[in-house]
Nanobody, 126 residues
Framework: VQLQASGGGLVQAGDSLRLSCAAS????????MGWFRQAPGKEREFVAIINWSGSSTYYADSVKGRFTISRDNAKNTVRLQMNSLKPEDTAVYYC????????????????????WGQGTQVTVSS
């Protein structure tokens, strides 16, 4: 599967932004999809994942209640709605895919995932 992320930009604290990830391949609907991010000088960190049907999601504590992940299997797309953005949300955001249909919460390291998009920059000014 190939992933193409988009939707990043420069916003102010408190604003909202929606990221999208378009996936190629007929097996999209059987994959867990998600997002990681990497801030300057920091390691990539887990943000959110969603199971194959969209019925189950899992978030990092730092974004819980502010970010919402969703997917549209008919359009091979996964989205990340980000509300109440904070300067500490500034990072390059990466779309990921896991060739497994169900969420495994212990898989929160970047090395757990083989499929990555190219990243989209999100900058939140204070």
């Amino acid at each position: 599967v190939q992933l193409q992320a988009s939707g990043g930009g420069l916003v102010q604290a408190g604003d909202s932004l929606r990221l999208s990830c378009a996936a190629s391949g007929s097996t999209f609907s059987s994959y867990v999809m998600g997002w990681f991010r990497q801030a300057p000088g920091k390691e990539r960190e887990f943000v959110a994942i969603i199971n194959w049907s969209g019925s189950s999601t899992y978030y990092a504590d730092s974004v819980k209640g502010r970010f919402t992940i969703s997917r549209d299997n008919a359009k091979n797309t996964v989205r990340l709605q980000m509300n109440s953005l904070k300067p500490e949300d500034t990072a390059v955001y990466y779309c990921i895919a896991d060739a497994f249909p169900y969420i495994r919460p212990n898989r929160r390291a970047a090395t757990d995932y083989d499929y990555w998009g190219q990243g989209t920059q999100v900058t939140v000014s204070s």
